[in-house]
């Protein structure tokens, strides 16, 4: 069990790692209307807070793994 905590949790570290890449590339493409958009800021930080989260539940999966 302690091995699927550990590879469960590097899973979703990875998988937080290339979310959180694809929202920085979202961010910086975007154009400056978008950038504006109250409905673009909203959507934008709740996806950080969902990449937040996802973080901190990979760290607790490697936490008790040990």
Do not use: E, K, Y
């Not at 998988?15 to 950038?35: E, I, K, R």
């Amino acid at each position: 069990m302690r091995i699927l905590n550990i590879a469960s949790g590097i899973a979703i570290l990875f998988t937080t790692l290339a979310f959180g890449h694809l929202l920085h590339h979202h961010l910086m493409n975007a154009s400056a209307a978008d950038v504006r958009s109250t409905a673009f800021l909203g959507l934008f930080i709740i996806a950080v807070v969902a990449a937040i989260l996802s973080f901190i539940g990979a760290c607790t999966l490697l936490r008790r793994g040990r």
